[in-house]
């Protein structure tokens, strides 16, 4: 049995001091292959990352390919809520997190417990989540979505149907917006995209007047105005390969900036600034930082990916009755989104 150490436990990750020479990047894809490990990584995370995953996505499309694989350990490079998924997906698999503590701002504003009251006072309204949830809070829910198929499956459900949307508000009240509904909406949001700064990309845009800006939906309503294209992660990445545009300013996770740059090398992409840095130096100054990172996705590095496959921990469990009610909800969208 694999014993490790109290303080890793403590810790939710393990950092064991490696070999000055080691290749990371050929010793984790040596370790995949012997332990039949699918490797995914969200377009959040670090670039290196990415660089040794088997498979790169946005929520649906890791969702998607952890029911369809084969392997029999998944590592989930993002944060916990995905890995939860994945297990409950795929309950038989071995599920891994390289760092447990990769939490989610988003989820997090969705308390499980407070979220099943709101519900109870609306007994009458379909409910539906973002996928950016627990697995807790999943189990409350009718349907998951994902800000890629957001509109598809609200657009599904009759035009009077009462329905409650949450966590995001930002990405609830631009559905709303789109589709004439008026969804009830939980008050939650992302840390990192409520922070873009409608002015600085504005000014932004008249240093570069050819720029697209492209916009998650996550983001407030201010800044997607400003959008030439507003979508969800892949499909922000899929416009900027098809469009004849050669500069964009991306305003989600700078960690998409990584994949595009790669599919497009003839292209420039500028990250949105947020208002505020929350970067500090080491006497705790604040650092003018011209992009908008996650600090969640990016506690997920090479080095854990390495200890993480190698002790096959940290792993992801899921309640067993809160994995049979979440995954209905999941199956739904996955139904829905065909």
């Given amino acids: 049995m694999l014993h490790v150490d109290k303080k890793w436990k ?16 050929s010793e984790i894809r040596r370790m995949a292959k012997e332990k039949n490990a699918v ?7 670090d670039g290196g990352v990415q660089d040794v995953a088997d498979f790169i996505g946005d ?17 989930m490079c993002g944060v916990h809520f995905m890995g939860e998924t994945n297990k409950i997906l795929c309950p038989e698999k071995k599920v891994l997190v390289p760092d447990l503590n990769a939490s989610c701002s988003l989820a997090e504003s969705c308390d499980a417990t407070a979220f099943k009251e709101f519900v109870e006072a609306h ?6 989540s973002y996928v950016n949830t ?20 609200v ?37 990192v995209h409520e922070r873009f700064s409608t002015e600085k990309i504005i000014a932004m845009k008249g240093e570069h007047p050819g720029a697209k800006v492209l916009v998650h939906p996550e983001c407030r309503g201010a800044v997607v105005k400003l959008a030439d294209k507003v979508g969800s992660t892949a499909a922000l990445l899929q416009y900027s390969k098809e469009s004849d545009a050669t500069e964009f300013i991306v305003a989600t996770e700078s960690g998409i900036l990584h994949e595009m740059q790669k599919a497009c090398p003839d292209k ?10 929350e970067q500090t130096d080491k006497e705790g100054r604040p650092v003018t930082c011209a992009c908008n990172e996650c600090n969640f996705m990016k506690l997920i590095t090479l080095r854990k990916l390495y ?19 979440a995954i209905r909800p999941i199956n739904r969208m996955l139904e829905m989104s065909k």
């Fill in 10 to 25: 403590d810790l939710g990750f393990i950092d064991e001091a490696l070999p000055e020479d080691i290749d990371l990047a």
């Fill in 39 to 45: 490797i995914m990584a969200h377009y959040y995370t």
């Fill in 59 to 75: 929520s649906l499309a890791l969702a998607q390919k952890a029911a369809q694989t084969d392997a029999d350990i998944i590592v």
């Fill in 123 to 128: 007994p009458d309204h379909t409910v539906i």
């Fill in 134 to 153: 627990t697995a807790a809070t999943k189990a409350l829910t009718d349907i998951v979505v994902t800000s890629g198929n957001a509109r598809k499956i």
């Fill in 155 to 191: 657009d599904q459900l009759p035009k009077d149907e009462k329905i409650i949307f949450g966590p995001d508000q930002n990405l609830g009240g631009y559905i709303n917006s789109i589709t004439g509904r008026e969804m009830l909406l939980w008050h939650g949001a992302c840390h």
């Fill in 268 to 277: 420039t992409f500028l990250p949105a600034p947020p208002e505020v840095s």
């Fill in 307 to 325: 200890n993480c496959l190698k002790y096959e921990w940290p792993t992801v469990e899921v309640d067993a009755e809160v994995a049979r009610l």
